[in-house]
């Protein structure tokens, strides 16, 4: 049983690790080796339940119970991708998806181009698409009720603690790499020659969005590991000079760390990456302040924060400010990106056009030129509810808000000073700003950046739980 957690662990770091390194995932090699592991962990931890562990195989009472309106939330959303795959008969396709049927219909006019049958037809515009997208949220769903549901996740195990500190190796060498490639004059993403590419610090991604994503991930919950490490401290520092002298060298370098990061996002130069950040500061340093001393804010917080920025301005920030003055027209472009989508949306209002089918169905609704080839509608929420419908949209939205609540509840419920509180704070804060980020860009649909976030979510939730002791004796 423990070698098998051990391969679940050293399968996760190399995920870890590989994900962002292999230019964000987004080829289809590299996506595809990450589902191969994600299965790979699904397999290990079936085969600890079900050989190993039978004691507590799949009860309704065990240890870390997942919520019966999270699982069906889940399968329904699923179960509506495999609906769009799915041939149908006209006659229904034309009351559920009007716009496709007339799109079949245009297709049919052309003999040869249609490989379905006359009197068949997918809700989804582009099934092979659609397949493809469908894959990558099962691996991802798989993955997070196993790490739910995986026993040595727990903060006591130290398996949460170790994934973490490779989190934060990553964040910080991704950082340092992009750091080291554009103001050296290098400017290459491993391999790959970026100079048409590279316009501020990338680290090993394509998009400076994407590399700010990752980062926004991983900085909040850097900060809130930084903090549980003092929580059991019952030092009474007597001035600042005793509080730096006392602090330990792993966490020097720990914040160190974050401060590189910070910088590393604020050198990206991305404007909403950046907004989002000084957000998650802002009220990372309200929920960390020291209440019963009366503290406004959380002083290690505000430090790092000052610090990354004095750093920052030396190095120079002018670029970074200028983009903001240059950021209308960006906007404009946005808007337009928004506003074709939200005609897409009308016309496939129910079920969507098919998950992953935006570029093949966004040429037919733009309305400007762009000297580009369009992928994504830069706002992944906005894109999901034209590839989904109402009815996708509204399920994901229902499982976010019921497991949301469901975080909060539970980090309530951790006494003040608790470590895990910190951990679960940091990880939340994280999650939401990339969902923050990604109302104006594109990267949840980024392999890597979508595997940390579910990751995220699933290290959060385990935080709030407390093993029970029967479970504890029998580990």
């Known amino acids: 049983m423990n070698f098998l957690d051990s391969l679940i662990k050293s399968t996760l770091i190399f995920l870890l690790i590989f994900t962002p390194l292999a230019w964000g995932a987004l080829e289809i090699w590299a996506f595809s080796i990450m589902e191969i592991g994600i299965l790979l962990v699904i397999a290990l931890f079936v085969m600890q339940q079900f050989f190993f562990w039978p004691s507590i195989n799949w009860r309704p009472y065990?240890?870390?119970?997942?919520?019966?309106?999270?699982?069906?939330?889940?399968?329904?959303?699923?179960?509506?991708?495999?609906?769009?795959?799915?041939?149908?008969?006209?006659?229904?396709?034309?009351?559920?998806?009007?716009?496709?049927?007339?799109?079949?219909?245009?297709?049919?006019?052309?003999?040869?181009?249609?490989?379905?049958?006359?009197?068949?037809?997918?809700?989804?515009?582009?099934?092979?698409?659609?397949?493809?997208?469908?894959?990558?949220?099962?691996?991802?769903?798989?993955?997070?009720?196993?790490?739910?549901?995986?026993?040595?996740f727990h903060w006591r195990e130290r398996t949460s603690k170790q994934l973490i500190v490779v989190i934060i190796l990553v964040?910080?060498?991704?950082?340092?790499?992009?750091?080291?490639?554009?103001?050296?004059?290098?400017?290459?993403?491993?391999?790959?020659?970026?100079?048409?590419?590279?316009?501020?610090?990338?680290?090993?991604?394509?998009?400076?969005?994407?590399?700010a994503g990752y980062l926004l991930l991983v900085i909040p919950l850097s900060m809130g590991f930084l903090l549980s490490r003092q929580a059991n401290q019952p030092t009474q520092y007597r001035g600042w000079r005793h509080r730096l002298a006392a602090l330990d060298g792993k966490t020097l370098l720990l914040g160190f760390a974050i401060i590189i990061m910070i910088l590393g996002l604020l050198f990206s130069a991305s404007r909403m990456g950046i907004i989002s950040l000084l957000l998650s500061f802002s009220f990372l340093s309200l929920i960390f302040r020291h209440k019963e001393k009366g503290h406004l804010f959380s002083r290690t917080t505000v430090l790092i924060l000052g610090l990354a920025?004095?750093?920052?301005?030396?190095?120079?920030?002018?670029?970074?400010?200028?983009?903001?003055?240059?950021?209308?027209?960006?906007?404009k472009i946005r808007l337009?990106?928004?506003?074709?989508?939200?005609?897409?949306?009308?016309?496939?209002?129910?079920?969507?056009?098919?998950?992953?089918?935006?570029?093949?169905?966004?040429?037919?609704?733009?309305?400007?030129?762009?000297?580009?080839?369009?992928t994504h509608a830069e706002n992944d929420l906005l894109q999901l509810m034209a590839e989904t419908g109402l009815m996708g949209i509204s399920l994901i939205g229902a499982l976010f808000f019921i497991l949301f609540h469901k975080v909060i509840k539970g980090i309530r419920s951790l006494p003040e000073g608790e470590p895990r509180r910190y951990?679960?704070?940091?990880?939340?804060?994280?999650?939401?700003?990339?969902?923050?980020?990604?109302?104006?860009?594109?990267?949840?649909?980024?392999?890597?950046?979508?595997?940390?976030?579910?990751?995220?979510?699933?290290?959060?939730?385990?935080?709030?739980?407390?093993?029970?002791n029967k479970f504890s004796s029998t580990h």
């Open 336 to 374: 337009l990106f928004w506003k074709d989508t939200v005609r897409i949306c009308k016309d496939f209002i129910l079920f969507g056009s098919g998950l992953g089918t935006f570029a093949q169905i966004f040429p037919l609704y733009q309305t400007f030129f762009m000297n580009a080839y369009v």
């Open 423 to 468: 951990i679960a704070i940091g990880g939340t804060v994280g999650v939401l700003a990339l969902i923050l980020h990604s109302f104006v860009e594109r990267n949840l649909q980024v392999p890597a950046n979508a595997f940390l976030f579910t990751l995220l979510w699933a290290l959060v939730l385990r935080q709030i739980y407390q093993p029970s």
């Open 309 to 331: 920025l004095l750093w920052g301005a030396w190095i120079g920030l002018d670029t970074i400010i200028s983009r903001f003055f240059s950021s209308t027209d960006d906007f």
């Open 171 to 211: 964040g910080v060498g991704e950082a340092s790499y992009g750091f080291f490639e554009f103001f050296s004059g290098h400017h290459y993403i491993l391999s790959l020659k970026g100079t048409f590419l590279m316009s501020s610090v990338m680290g090993t991604f394509i998009n400076r969005n994407y590399f």
């Open 62 to 152: 065990s240890p870390f119970p997942i919520p019966p309106s999270v699982i069906w939330l889940s399968i329904l959303f699923l179960g509506i991708l495999l609906w769009q795959m799915v041939p149908l008969p006209l006659e229904l396709l034309r009351i559920i998806s009007p716009k496709t049927y007339q799109l079949r219909q245009q297709l049919m006019s052309f003999p040869g181009l249609s490989s379905w049958p006359a009197d068949l037809g997918p809700i989804s515009v582009f099934p092979f698409a659609t397949k493809i997208e469908f894959w990558k949220w099962l691996t991802l769903f798989g993955l997070f009720f196993t790490l739910w549901r995986w026993p040595n």
